[in-house]
């Protein structure tokens, strides 16, 4: 039964915009199974009016998904989303754990678990900071035009303190590899890994671990390598799939 499950999974997760239509062929390639196998799948979700049989004899997502989509949405936010993952992140990591959404030209704290340890990195929900300093702010400046990129700079920066060539090569960066890591920039002597979270109707959020630099040397690549993955599963939860954040 779960292995049933687990394919009629794997053929609604074939779709995409790219491909909201497929055939028979190329949904039993997708899946990796042969044609009598897939078929079958095929007609259960039919049947059970999650997949639309066209007139082409190609096969669509049915609008049945649309409603539990619309429940899934009123039922859940962001932070009940994310909540067991940042409490998740911050038991692996021994450092706090946060998320945050973009406010224009500034950021906000929607939630975030706080390190055990007494010397830790504080940071409340419902904050708003500044988008230039910071990993956090960082990962949401490298999705940004750069007219928005410049706004944020002649508003936040000093023009004797920002390197406009050189953030706009580290956003580019950090946009390419999918996080940011900042030292002793928001918060003197704390070091902060960011990295994007998105969901499928294109709002981007960004969960962020940050702690004393001195606690993240020794173990910077580990902590970066928990932080992505974080994400990644907080962006799959959100619809989004991999590879779709453009």
């Known amino acids: 039964m779960i292995r049933v499950l687990q394919r009629s999974l794997a053929v609604l997760e074939c779709f995409s915009d790219e491909k909201p239509r497929m055939s028979l062929q190329e949904i039993s390639q997708a899946i990796s199974l042969p044609k009598t196998t897939t078929f079958r799948i095929l007609a259960t979700l039919v049947g059970a009016g999650y997949l639309i049989q066209l007139e082409n004899q190609s096969y669509g997502l049915s609008h049945k998904l649309m409603t539990l989509a619309s429940i899934a949405q009123k039922s859940l936010g962001i932070r009940d989303i994310a909540h067991p993952h940042l409490e998740m992140l911050a038991a692996k990591t021994g450092e706090t754990a946060e998320i945050s959404m973009l406010d224009g030209d500034h950021r906000v704290c929607l939630d975030a678990v706080e390190s ?26 490298s999705r940004m035009k750069a007219s928005e990129i410049d706004r944020v700079i002649k508003s936040q920066g000093k023009p004797t303190e920002v390197d406009k060539a050189r953030l706009k090569k580290a956003l580019a960066k950090i946009k390419k590899q999918g996080y940011a890591v900042t030292h002793n920039e928001r918060v003197r002597g704390a070091t902060a890994i960011a990295a994007p979270v998105f969901s499928h109707d294109g709002n981007a959020y960004c969960i962020t671990v940050t702690g004393p630099s ?15 993955e974080a994400a990644a599963q907080l962006s799959s939860l959100l619809g989004m799939r991999l590879g779709g954040t453009g």
């Open 116 to 141: 055990k340890s007494s010397l830790k990195s504080i940071v409340a929900p419902g904050a708003r900071l500044p988008l230039l300093h910071g990993a956090t702010g960082k990962v949401f400046l």
């Open 214 to 228: 001195g606690r993240f040397d020794d173990r910077e690549d580990k902590l970066r390598a928990m932080v992505v």
